[in-house]
């Protein structure tokens, strides 16, 4: 039996301090946020990604009487990015809340298709924190043993 420690890097840091291409990423989820269909949660997330070609795409969460039927505001972005340019790699997402386990999932292999890490920006209120790629929030992926 080998014992190993789990080292997370990130930054932890307020938008004043983001970089302009960070701030403009993260705003953009924020507005998506505003057009989520939430009934049930009340809980309205947004997400913006920034592909390779310099597109920014916006999705949000979309929720549904059937649970689970709808979807996270990751998925929805990640998704759209992937099937109306499949050819770009998306090189950033933000996102106003943390994302949940499947959502982390789509991001991993998302950043495992780009076959380069995926900038991720974590933007609640004031708070932001900067991971350099999705396996630092999910380090034991599917793919990863």
Request: net charge neutral; hydrophobic share 45%.
């Amino acid at each position: 039996m080998n014992r190993s420690t789990l080292k997370i890097d990130y930054i932890e840091t307020v938008k004043e301090k983001l970089d302009p291409a960070d701030s403009e990423l993260a705003d953009m989820a924020f507005q998506a946020a505003q057009n989520a269909y939430s009934p049930y949660s009340g809980f309205r997330v947004g997400a913006a990604v920034r592909l390779d070609n310099g597109m920014i795409l916006q999705g949000n969460n979309q929720e549904n009487a059937s649970f689970p039927a709808g979807i996270c505001a990751e998925r929805a972005v990640v998704f759209y990015a992937h099937a109306n340019f499949p050819q770009a790699k998306i090189r950033a997402i933000a996102v106003t809340a943390s994302p949940c386990g499947v959502c982390r999932q789509v991001l991993l292999e998302s950043e495992k298709r780009a076959g380069a890490s995926v900038r991720l920006i974590l933007a609640n209120g004031d708070k932001f924190l900067l991971f350099k790629s999705v396996k630092d929030l999910l380090p034991f992926g599917f793919d990863s043993l």
